[in-house]
């Protein structure tokens, strides 16, 4: 009986060690797999660091390519693209003013009422669905049903565009064009689900002035612009001091005041203003120093656009959420902390930006809005917590690097017209001899104005950069509608009885 007892004594012993180990194991397996996600994490991280020297770096290096891109075609990869705008509003323009906004399958049409002094800005808008057809069809229909609709839009408002008196409007483009001069273009190519093949080569303001002329209206194209442009012009007809914009939305550009002088490869370039305004495209900036990662290459590699864009694919706002997808699709697949590989984190653009957005932003003690995101977006259920703050964790460092990124770009531009402190001194250190003026940067765009995390981050990267003295001076203003309000304002400092004709080469 004694070895009976005894034996099951071993037994449960052997049985407990077995188990025991078994336990051990799973925990020594678990810790092995945490700590490859962990390392992941730690390698994302350091690829993204945004030092202030290297912000700096960045700095320098978009103001070199500004000049590049000043001093001849082609020499530089930012376009800086003459926009033939020598004028921006005052706050003293007084009548009604049009704009047309045209740049996807819907357009809108505005009326603006200035009456000097700044005026408060109430625009009458309408938004129309474009229909299909004419998206491939023939140029003159197309124009032809714009403009029936901004004449039943002038009507409406009393505002009888037979009359003998002029209308101006402001035509803002959303297509790649080449610009003639402050209300000529002609079309490169057509984007998005646009095609008429009769267009491209052709000037497209003409096309838009000969259907209003068709129709009866008495309303004249006075400048051709993209919204970056109108951004600026809304920036400065509030604030005097605003010399650059910056779109932070789905995509991104910029554009500034420049010295006429200071644009080389235009020489001869006269402006009774002494400036104008330069469409940047910095989107397509690239320099060495920019922190690039593995997922930022495969991104780039499997894009439509592979080497374009590569400013814009690390801060805007069609990317940032797809970037923050791959590497959580690597972590899952070396390490099982978020349950099986789900089928969606392999789907491009599965993640879009407001919904990693919503996620950094989540400030519940058990994180729920993450976990929501995960199952309802990527389809991953039953993450425990501390893998949700991994995913913060990631959100956090990809839109840091964003933000603090196009910091830089912003004092890359105040550096080229000499509002960064520094006198021309490369390296971002301030001249205690040099005395700043007040400076503005109209901003615009959803990851701005609506991403408080980003928004956070670029002014404590702004401030870095410059130093507290220099970045007091620096004010960034939100505006609302450039691209439509801005191109009203555009239009009515380029009215027919100001500058329209003030540029010429000589």
Request: glycine share 10%; proline share 3%.
């Amino acid at each position: 009986m004694g070895k009976v007892v005894l034996g099951v004594t071993v037994g449960v012993a052997v049985a407990a060690c077995a188990v025991a180990a078994l336990v051990v194991g799973r925990r020594v397996r678990s810790r092995k797999k945490w700590k490859r996600v962990v390392g992941v994490l730690k390698e994302l991280e350091e690829s993204c660091e945004t030092t202030v020297g290297r912000l700096r770096q960045v700095v320098d290096a978009m103001a070199v390519e500004m000049h590049a891109g000043l001093a001849s075609e082609g020499g530089s990869k930012l376009k800086m693209l003459l926009t033939f705008v020598d004028n921006l509003p005052s706050g003293s323009e007084k009548g009604i003013f049009y704009a047309l906004d045209l740049g996807g399958t819907n357009f809108r049409v505005l009326r603006v009422e200035l009456g000097g002094q700044r005026s408060e800005l109430d625009p009458d808008v309408e938004q129309q669905p474009i229909p299909e057809q004419l998206m491939t069809g023939r140029s003159e229909d197309l124009f032809d049903f714009i403009a029936s609709s901004l004449h039943r839009f002038a009507e409406k408002g009393n505002d009888s565009v037979q009359s003998s008196i002029m209308k101006e409007l402001g035509f803002t483009f959303s297509f790649p064009v080449k610009q003639t001069s402050v209300s000529s273009g002609v079309l490169i190519k057509w984007t998005k689900a646009f095609a008429i093949k009769d267009m491209v080569g052709k000037e497209v303001a003409g096309a838009l002035q000969q259907a209003l002329d068709r129709k009866g209206l008495n309303m004249r194209v006075a400048v051709l612009v993209n919204d970056t442009v109108g951004t600026l012009a809304l920036g400065h007809y509030h604030d005097a001091d605003t010399v650059a914009a910056v779109i932070i939305g789905t995509g991104t550009n910029a554009c500034y005041w420049e010295r006429t002088d200071a644009i080389i490869k235009c020489q001869g370039l006269l402006t009774t203003s002494g400036g104008m305004v330069v469409n940047m495209e910095w989107g397509n900036f690239w320099s060495s120093h920019l922190p690039r990662t593995s997922y930022d290459i495969d991104l780039d590699a499997e894009s439509p656009n592979p080497n374009d864009q590569g400013f814009e694919k690390m801060i805007s706002g069609m990317y940032l959420g797809d970037i923050v997808r791959r590497v959580v699709l690597r972590m899952s697949e070396e390490s099982d902390v978020f349950g099986p590989v789900s089928s969606r984190l392999y789907v491009p653009f599965a993640l879009r930006t407001p919904a990693m957005a919503a996620m950094h932003e989540d400030d519940s003690p058990e994180l729920t809005e993450v976990a929501k995101i995960l199952q309802d977006v990527l389809d991953i259920s039953d993450v425990p917590l501390k893998v949700r703050k991994l995913v913060v964790k990631i959100c956090d460092v990809v839109t840091r690097r964003a933000a603090r990124l196009a910091a830089a770009g912003i004092v890359g531009i105040l550096k080229k017209i000499g509002r960064d402190g520094s006198g021309g001194i490369t390296g971002g250190r301030s001249r205690s001899d040099i005395k700043m003026r007040r400076t503005a940067v109209a901003v615009e765009g959803s990851l701005y104005t609506q991403y408080t995390m980003f928004r956070e981050y670029l002014h404590e990267a702004l401030h870095e950069i410059l130093g507290e003295d220099i970045a007091r001076h620096v004010v960034i203003n939100v505006t609302e509608d450039g691209s439509g309000t801005g191109a009203a304002l555009l239009a009515a400092s380029h009215s027919s009885s100001g500058s329209v004709d003030n540029i010429q080469l000589v």
